[in-house]
Structures are given as structure tokens and as C-alpha cells.
């Protein structure tokens, strides 16, 4: 049977008249669906498995905008965004400046509109719910690769939280039980809500919500004793500092970077460094469709200008 909860887990955000028909679509469909986009004056609309589906008014998913579409109303995207604010804007100023509101399964759901000097959110225009799921299984391919640092990267959709997720699932489950410290800024790696995590991150696993993941860093590293840490997506030269400063403490390091291809890696600055550094052994480039295989790189071959 499909795994639906955490697509009806998120339909608490969406307005009364859409979660009416998002709750009758197939199962097989809400399993697949990763994300919940509504846009106002536009087709409701679902991105499963990479695509982009509408949703005709019988309820059944379409990719043509030529036919009759269900669209969301000023009026549903200001009902969804107080539902996600739990009727409390104020309380999600925060996070709002950055663009999204944090979900009670841990998810985040996007938002657009127009932000005010003294950093409100109003006139919303886009409302983007992500449904993060975990997938048993989604590292098993990379597991074999692993030998220390290891960097899993892709595009935007490719699933490279997921892979991370179960990574850190198995090499902390019962079978390696390595000490991993996660270091979880949004909390949606851990699907972390109120200090509660939903997500299985193995048994031998420490978390640490915080927004500044440098910091983060260096608190687990000099408090926790860990032998992995990992997080999500490496994007500053301060995080890279204080990745290396783990590493020379003898401290394994897993995330993930955003790229289209392998080239890309020695292109930017932050990741480019990171190979440098010596604290990423193996580099993992997952594809764009899920269901193609990931590509698997030694560090050493990339910085030879092997893929070049």
C-alpha cells in the first residue's frame, strides 16, 4: 500500500475548498507527490516525480494548461498562509524573512509576496508546500561507496535530502552504529517541530536545531564527540571553515551541494573548496530523474580535471 502520510500530514495548510479535492486524489499519486504549489489567478498544481501535474475539476492530474484547470483565488492562498501560521504571523516573522514558514511534520512550505521594511509578509501571491518523506533504502546504492567525507549532490529535485536522511539512518541504525551529530538549521532534515523529531535518524544519532549551521558546527564537534556530522547543503565559506576544522579533528563530513553536472564543482567557490580541503572523499551526483542511477566520483580523479 502507498505511504501517504506525510502528503495528508500537509494538507492541514491548505484551504478548506483545495484540501477538499487534494484529499480524494489516488494514493498512488499523493505517495509520488512532492510538493503542493499554489499560486494565485493559477492551476493548482502538483510537482511528482520531477513533473509538474494540474488538476482538472473531475480531480484527475493533467500536464495541458489548454484544458479546464482548478485555480487557486486570492482568497484560498490567504486562508492556506494563516493555517500554516497556525493564525499567528507574528509568531513565524523569522522565518518569513527567509521565505518560508516551518510545517508541524517538520516540512516547509515556500512563500511568496511582498515583504515589508519591518520584515512582514503580505499580498501573498505563492504558497509552495514540500513534503518531505522518508524513503527506506534511498542510500542503499551509496553506502558501499562511503569511506569518510562524502558530498551527495544534484539539482533542486533530485532528492538529495532523502538520500542524506537515510544515510544518516544507516550509518547510525544498528548495523555501523557510528556516532552522527546532524546539524539541522530548518529542521526538515530531521522533520523536526517544537524540539520533536519525526524522522528515524538511526539510534546512535545527536540533533541540533539551529539557524546558523557554522555555529552548529563547532558546538557539535566541541560538545558531542561525533564521528560523522552531517547536514544539508554546504553554502558558505563560513560553514566550509568550520567543516575543516572538524575534519582535522578527526570528524567525518556528509552533505549535499546544489549543482546541474560534476564540472560545476570546481566552478564554485564553496564547493571547489570543499574538494580542496581534503574532507570529501567520495562525491555522489545524483540525476535529475529519480530513476536513473546516481554517479559516484572519487575526490582525488575530480581535482586531477578527470571530468573536465
Known amino acids: 500500500m502507498a505511504n501517504t502520510s506525510s502528503f495528508d500530514s500537509a494538507l492541514y495548510g491548505v484551504c478548506e475548498r483545495l484540501k477538499r479535492?487534494?484529499?480524494f486524489l489516488p494514493e498512488e499519486t499523493k505517495a509520488k507527490t512532492d510538493e503542493i504549489r499554489l499560486r494565485s489567478g493559477l492551476p493548482l498544481a502538483l510537482t511528482a516525480d520531477g513533473q509538474t501535474l494540474f488538476l482538472k475539476?473531475?480531480?484527475?492530474?493533467?500536464?495541458?494548461?489548454?484544458?479546464?484547470?482548478?485555480?487557486?483565488?486570492?482568497?484560498?492562498?490567504e486562508e492556506s498562509f494563516r493555517l500554516l501560521?497556525?493564525?499567528?504571523?507574528?509568531?513565524?516573522?523569522?522565518?518569513?524573512?527567509?521565505?518560508?514558514?516551518?510545517?508541524?511534520?517538520?516540512?516547509?512550505?515556500?512563500?511568496?509576496?511582498?515583504?515589508?521594511?519591518?520584515?512582514y509578509m503580505q499580498d501573498i501571491s505563492s504558497i509552495n508546500i514540500r513534503i518531505a518523506r522518508e524513503v527506506y533504502g534511498?542510500?542503499?546504492?551509496?553506502?558501499g561507496h562511503y569511506k569518510g567525507g562524502f558530498l551527495i549532490a544534484g539539482p533542486p529535485g533530485s532528492g538529495k535530502t532523502t538520500v542524506l536522511r537515510d544515510m544518516i539512518r544507516q550509518l547510525s541504525g544498528e548495523e555501523r552504529l557510528m556516532r552522527v551529530a546532524v546539524i539541522d538549521n530548518r529542521g526538515e532534515l530531521s522533520g523536526s517541530y517544537l524540539g520533536q523529531a519525526s524522522c528515524d535518524l538511526g539510534k546512535n544519532c545527536d540533533i541540533l536545531i539551529i539557524?546558523?549551521?557554522?555555529?552548529?558546527?563547532?558546538?557539535?564537534?566541541?560538545?558531542?564527540?561525533?564521528?560523522?556530522?552531517?547536514?544539508?547543503?554546504?553554502?558558505t565559506?563560513?560553514?566550509?571553515?568550520?567543516?575543516?576544522?572538524?575534519?582535522?579533528?578527526?570528524?567525518?563530513?556528509?552533505?549535499?551541494?546544489?549543482?546541474?553536472?560534476?564540472?560545476?564543482?570546481?566552478?564554485?567557490?564553496?564547493?571547489?573548496?570543499?574538494?580542496?580541503?581534503?574532507?570529501?572523499?567520495?562525491?555522489?551526483?545524483?540525476?535529475?530523474?529519480?530513476?536513473?542511477?546516481?554517479?559516484v566520483y572519487d575526490v582525488k580523479e575530480i581535482l586531477s580535471g578527470a571530468y573536465t
Open 211 to 235: 539557524n546558523n549551521k557554522a555555529k552548529g558546527i563547532e558546538i557539535a564537534t566541541r560538545t558531542m564527540n561525533p564521528q560523522i556530522l552531517a547536514f544539508d547543503e554546504i553554502a
Open 138 to 143: 534511498a542510500a542503499d546504492a551509496l553506502l
Open 85 to 119: 501560521c497556525d493564525n499567528s504571523v507574528y509568531a513565524h516573522t523569522s522565518e518569513l524573512e527567509n521565505g518560508y514558514i516551518m510545517l508541524r511534520s517538520g516540512c516547509r512550505a515556500g512563500v511568496c509576496g511582498t515583504i515589508t521594511e519591518n520584515g
Open 237 to 295: 565559506v563560513a560553514e566550509l571553515e568550520k567543516v575543516t576544522e572538524s575534519f582535522f579533528s578527526g570528524v567525518d563530513i556528509i552533505t549535499t551541494a546544489h549543482i546541474g553536472n560534476v564540472n560545476e564543482l570546481m566552478t564554485r567557490t564553496v564547493t571547489k573548496k570543499l574538494l580542496q580541503s581534503g574532507a570529501i572523499a567520495t562525491v555522489a551526483v545524483l540525476p535529475k530523474n529519480r530513476a536513473e542511477k546516481a554517479a
Open 57 to 77: 475539476p473531475d480531480g484527475q492530474t493533467c500536464r495541458k494548461t489548454s484544458l479546464p484547470l482548478i485555480t487557486a483565488s486570492k482568497d484560498d492562498l
Open 21 to 23: 479535492i487534494l484529499c
